[in-house]
């Protein structure tokens, strides 16, 4: 019996996103959610990106600090820094395959 709890631990381990993976989630969102406003608002996000508010708080600080996004009291918003970031990822994931969902239309849309 302890077998398969340690078994269901580590497949539960290996279905757990990565740093990367949370952070490309996040500027999908954003990118997706900002629409003709040109933000996206924080609940809306945390939704999207199936993150709980203090780990989408934790990822946005450090976004911000990395100049990918600008985050006030409008809301959220990619900077050309953290479009071109996102862009380049989804175009290397598309490269080799392992793009399990693409942003439609990143490439040529251009706010």
């Known amino acids: 019996?302890?077998?398969?709890?340690?078994?269901?631990?580590?497949?539960?381990?290996?279905?757990r996103r990565d740093r990367l993976n949370i952070y490309l989630d996040i500027l999908?969102?954003?990118?997706?959610?900002?629409?003709?406003?040109?933000?996206?608002?924080f609940t809306r996000v945390m939704y999207m990106a199936n993150l709980n508010p203090a780990t989408l708080k934790e990822?946005?600080?450090e976004l911000s600090y990395?100049?990918?996004i600008v985050w006030n009291e409008h809301g959220l918003r990619l900077?050309?820094?953290?479009y071109e970031f996102l862009r380049e990822l989804c175009g290397v994931l598309e490269?080799?395959?392992?793009?399990?969902?693409?942003?439609?239309g990143l490439r040529y849309a251009r706010r």
């Open 1 to 15: 019996m302890g077998g398969t709890v340690s078994v269901q631990r580590e497949l539960r381990f290996l279905k």
């Open 28 to 41: 999908q969102a954003i990118h997706t959610l900002a629409g003709w406003t040109g933000w996206a608002k």
């Open 59 to 61: 990822r946005l600080k």
């Open 66 to 68: 990395l100049d990918m």
């Open 79 to 82: 900077t050309g820094k953290g």
């Open 95 to 104: 490269k080799y395959g392992l793009a399990g969902r693409a942003v439609s």
